[in-house]
């Protein structure tokens, strides 16, 4: 796995992972020369939560490599290429609604189509709909549609 001279070096690594100091476990990281599996682990772990998503990638794959059979690589690179799939899908399916002209009414919570006549129930909805496609225009999905 790693040497001892190490092990307290990933374990300071991983408190700051912990405690959710990816900048500064990124940056410790760096310090270390010996890159074994563990510090191309650690490595992408940090990296992708500063934003480093492809080095990121490509870290904890390398750690994947290097050591097949450890569950928690396995785990990191499943629930990366999750996210990024989830990602991609949602990057493709983006304002789609509003380019194909479905239902003959865009995703603009100003169109005709978002009145509702006094329904309290109905404006509720278009209320969450009109927030969930704001939401949207910036990347993110307040309401996932299945």
Do not use: H
């Amino acid at each position: 796995m790693y040497s001892n001279i190490y092990n307290d070096a990933f374990l300071k690594a991983r408190m700051l992972i912990e405690n959710k100091e990816f900048k500064s476990a990124y940056d410790f990281l760096q310090t270390i020369s010996n890159k074994c599996s563990e510090w191309y682990y650690l490595s992408g772990i940090s990296a992708m939560n500063i934003g480093y998503y492809e080095q990121g990638e490509d870290y904890i794959k390398r750690a994947k490599f290097m050591e097949p059979d450890n569950e928690e690589y396995k785990e990191a690179v499943s629930k990366f290429s999750r996210y990024r799939d989830d990602y991609n899908n949602r990057a493709y399916n983006y304002n789609r609604r509003r380019r194909s002209g479905i239902d003959g009414c865009c995703c603009c919570c100003c169109d005709d189509c978002c009145c509702c006549l006094g329904d309290d129930c109905c404006e509720d909805c278009m209320k969450l709909w009109c927030l969930d496609s704001c939401c949207e225009c910036f990347g993110g999905d307040l309401v996932s549609c299945f």
